[in-house]
């Protein structure tokens, strides 16, 4: 011991607890050399050979031959570690000759009760201000070697019988040590909580979980799987945990060898100390334990336990080969008989000699020769001389030159980053960081919830989906993302959709060499904002005839047939965000090659327009279903339709009007009123309204036009000061010519409304744009105002049915079965037609594309170019007409594409009144404007 950790200042009432003799203060060095821990490594320090560290980690067993008079030798040397500064050194002393353990030398059950002395002392409080020794494995052990005895505490026979007893005893001790299993089970919870919770609540807090607990720590459990891997009494017989158990039990465990069975209970004892000082940064308690623990064994002789135990700790240390913290000093009066073993390994009586060299003579022994798995480098006897006793002449001499000077024991501190004050501080700080952290993580997690549509970081969907300040959800979604529609029905459409896409990757993968392209049907009508439900259905309608394609193709087995798939998109209301989508879809295609174009794009609007010019920048062709605006065409030649342009459909409707005037006083007169929304920013109501108008003129009627203002959005200001549709509905009721309504739905719905309050006896004859047919697709909708007659026009023949005729409601039939009831009414409007010949477009240009150059790359410009040519014998015969682009290579809009005249009547329902265009060989009404030919013919 250095001269700075001793205290030669030591107040007489400490020293007088310790005997004094010659060479006291040279063994209170010793055990103060022992019991300090490196702050690094283990004891004793190593040698260091060329800068590496060589030799073994232990503590030796201090053997301490005292003779007959040094009775208090023991307790003596607990005084001195129990007055240690700044803190006690754990220690217990247990007496052999009075403990209880004196039934023979051999005797297992006396080292276990030696060893459960010394457990149970280690473990209690005053020795754990570095925190308490938990014998968990020991316990273990422990509690099976007494499981069956006779003498056993509270177990009288209960220990007896087969695995079952063994298993209900075992799972008993886990509920007893586990407090909240006893308040579960207790008295007074059953009454508190009679009546209260529920009869399964309690059967399976009280019974099922606690027995599924046991048994998940009967397997995970540490001390269980310790117990089957170590060393002794080869665990593995006969294979299982409660066979080894068994045989820990008494009687069982007195046909096993006794020092095997010696040798686990010290193991055990051993590992959970090692556990317990095991260096780990995350449990700064194990650098704080800067003193090895003491096991003092008093009256250690020939007939007690004292011998076998020293030497099971020693063949345990030698065969496990691991650093266990526990300092052995044994006192005996005798040493070891002349010719036993244990006094072969002492060594020589001279070397024996109490010296202040004697721990380097030990070191340097241990390091060279501790790993020669025997035992005597690990004794370290030690002869302690004659008691003195007071009377005698150098006692008090002695007692101040030696006992005084060296009893004060010092320990070393614990690292500074180890220490209580730190460890609390740091945990704080951890903590604080933690919250701060997770509070930042949590905000972040919730901005980037709002800015996803509601989407976690984690969800394949988000990054392709974007919140707009309108709360409408935008982008792209590729897995599964609904909108947030509040249309079962539309939600049914989407993951059909969704679905059809992991069967068509699995296609692919099955079959490589066919086709493999992916469209992105882009929509304004995903959006749910200030919509009803019915209004939801036009763009529901379109995606199911595009799933309809879609399906055709995956049930396609040939080597040319595409497989395909469809992302939904949306634009927002309007077409507004339209912008904002195109860049989400062109960043997600420098990712997904296989995306080749885009179908949907709903409502002319100018919005509509800048996002067609973005696409074009993007490369992207695009089909649009039902946008007829003549202005569409010029702002890109990659933009075609398959619906007709407001030019054509503006001389369908005068040739029809001018079929319906005459003579007669149920006959209008040759005048129209056209009625067109004031909205600057809606392209389709203004270009149809134009054409209309001059249309009309060249037939002889007298135009006027009538403007409306439609209802802003929420929050937005009116784009015009022009009377509502309901004020401009009123105003139409004297008319004596035609009313023409080119405008949307729910604003002609707004205008039947005011003329079924002013003249619903006597109402105009109505003739209504192409958009009028989502209102009249609507049944509930559509006999809103019964007496009030109307025509609008139709992008189909009319009403279809689900009864195998028609190859797209046949195979919506079979996706859709629950839609069919409605198909006479939805088909009005054409968008499931338009919807399933804008993706047969595609379908066949690729068709065309691996037919002609079969290893032309399918790229966006190939397939655009393939579109071009669809005219003559190429032309597509559609759900919706004849869909052909004359052989003109500047034409974008399909020659004489059908339209037809829907009449209305009184009762609500729909009557063909004629239509005009190709489809098939069927001739067109006699008053249609004749048909175009096509280029080259």
Request: aromatic letters at 8%; a positive charge; charged letters at 25%.
């Amino acid at each position: 011991m250095a001269s700075d950790e001793l205290d030669s200042t030591l107040p007489s009432p400490l020293s007088s607890h310790i005997p004094v003799f010659r060479g006291a203060g040279h063994l209170l060095r010793l055990i103060a050399d022992l019991v300090r821990r490196p702050r690094r490594r283990e004891c004793p320090e190593p040698v260091r050979h060329r800068g590496v560290a060589q030799g073994r980690e232990g503590l030796p067993v201090i053997c301490l031959v005292a003779g007959d008079d040094h009775a208090q030798l023991a307790k003596g040397i607990s005084y001195f570690l129990s007055h240690a500064d700044p803190r006690r050194v754990p220690h217990v002393v247990y007496d052999l000759g009075t403990g209880g353990a004196s039934s023979g030398p051999e005797s297992v059950e006396a080292a276990r009760r030696a060893l459960e002395r010394l457990a149970q002392g280690l473990a209690l409080s005053v020795n754990g201000s570095d925190g308490r020794v938990r014998f968990r494995r020991f316990g273990l052990v422990n509690w099976l070697a007494q499981a069956g005895a006779d003498d056993g505490p509270g177990r009288s026979g209960d220990m007896e019988g087969g695995d079952h007893t063994l298993l209900r005893g075992l799972r008993e001790r886990e509920f007893r040590r586990r407090r909240v299993f006893g308040l579960l089970r207790s008295p007074e919870t059953e009454l508190a909580v009679d009546g209260k919770v529920p009869w399964w609540v309690w059967l399976f807090a009280v019974h099922v979980f606690p027995l599924a607990w046991f048994r998940i720590r009967r397997g995970l459990g540490r001390e269980y799987r310790w117990l089957l891997n170590q060393p002794y009494l080869a665990p593995r017989d006969p294979g299982t945990f409660i066979g080894f158990a068994e045989r820990l039990t008494a009687p069982h465990n007195q046909v096993e060898d006794p020092d095997q069975l010696r040798k686990l209970m010290v193991n055990a004892f051993l590992e959970d100390l090692r556990v317990a000082f095991r260096r780990r940064f995350w449990r700064p308690r194990t650098a704080r334990r800067t003193a090895y623990c003491v096991a003092l064994l008093d009256g250690v002789a020939a007939d007690n336990c004292g011998y076998p135990l020293l030497r099971a700790v020693v063949d345990v240390r030698n065969e496990t080969g691991a650093f266990d913290p526990l300092l052995v000093i044994s006192c005996g009066a005798e040493p070891p008989a002349e010719g036993t073993r244990m006094r072969a390994d002492w060594g020589h009586s001279s070397l024996w000699e109490l010296s202040e060299r004697l721990y380097g003579g030990w070191r340097d022994t241990f390091l060279h020769q501790g790993r020669a798995r025997n035992r005597a480098p690990w004794y370290l006897p030690v002869t302690v001389p004659r008691l003195m006793p007071p009377s005698e002449g150098s006692y008090e001499l002695t007692r101040r030159l030696e006992v005084a000077q060296d009893a004060r024991l010092r320990i070393p501190e614990p690292p500074l980053w180890a220490r209580r004050v730190v460890s609390l501080a740091v945990t704080c700080a951890v903590a604080v960081a933690l919250l701060g952290g997770g509070g930042l993580v949590l905000r972040a997690e919730r901005a980037y919830r709002q800015e996803h549509c509601g989407l976690s970081r984690f969800d394949e969907d988000a990054a392709t989906l974007w919140t707009a300040e309108t709360g409408e959800c935008i982008g792209v979604a590729r897995y599964g993302f609904t909108f947030h529609s509040p249309d079962p029905a539309l939600d049914k459409t989407l993951r059909t959709v969704y679905a059809q896409n992991r069967r068509a990757e699995e296609v692919h993968q099955a079959a490589p060499d066919r086709p493999f392209v992916t469209l992105v049907h882009l929509s304004a009508l995903l959006s749910v904002t200030g919509k009803p439900t019915g209004q939801l259905a036009y763009g529901r309608e379109a995606l199911q005839g595009a799933a309809s394609a879609q399906s055709r193709q995956l049930r396609g087995t040939g080597p040319g047939e595409p497989i395909l798939r469809i992302f939904p998109a949306n634009a927002g209301s309007g077409m507004r965000f339209g912008t904002q989508a195109v860049d989400i879809l062109d960043r997600l295609r420098q990712q997904d090659p296989s995306i080749v174009g885009v179908t949907g794009l709903d409502q002319s609007r100018e919005a509509t327009n800048r996002t067609i010019r973005r696409l074009t920048a993007a490369g992207l062709p695009m089909v649009a279903t039902t946008l007829s605006a003549d202005s569409l065409v010029r702002q890109s030649p990659m933009y075609f339709q398959v619906s007709p342009q407001n030019t054509r459909e503006a001389k369908v409707a005068a040739a029809y009007a001018d079929h319906l005037v005459g003579p007669g006083a149920k006959k209008p007169v040759r005048t129209v009123r056209i009625i067109s929304s004031a909205d600057p920013s809606d392209t389709y109501s203004r270009s149809l309204g134009e054409d209309v108008a001059q249309q009309f003129r060249s037939r002889g009627f007298a135009a006027a036009k009538a403007l409306f203002t439609p209802p802003p959005p929420p929050g937005e200001e009116p784009s015009s000061d022009a009377p509502g549709p309901g004020t401009v509905g009123r105003q139409t009721c004297s008319y004596q010519g035609v009313v023409f309504f080119a405008g949307r739905s729910e604003d002609f719905e707004s205008l039947l409304g005011g003329i079924n309050e002013s003249c619903h006896s006597d109402p105009p004859v109505l003739i209504g744009g192409d958009d009028v047919a989502r209102l009249a697709a609507d049944a509930e909708r559509r006999v809103q105002y019964p007496g009030i007659p109307y025509d609008f026009l139709d992008f189909t023949l009319g009403s279809a049915r689900c009864d195998g005729t028609s190859e797209l409601y046949a195979e919506l039939g079979r996706i859709f079965p629950e839609d069919c009831a409605k198909v006479p009414s939805s088909s009005l409007d054409g968008h499931a037609a338009l919807g399933f010949d804008a993706v047969k477009l595609y379908v066949n240009a690729v068709k065309q594309l691996r037919e002609q150059a079969a290893g032309m790359p399918l790229t966006p410009p190939a397939v655009w170019h393939a579109i071009s040519g669809v005219h003559g014998q190429k032309a597509l015969d559609g759900a919706s007409g004849i869909i052909g682009f004359g052989g003109d290579v500047d034409r974008q809009v399909p020659l004489d594409k059908l339209l037809s005249v829907q009449h209305i009547d009184d009762t609500g329902r729909p009557v063909q009144a004629g239509f005009c265009g190709r489809v098939g060989g069927r001739p067109q009404s006699s008053w249609c404007p004749p048909l175009e030919s096509e280029r080259g013919r």
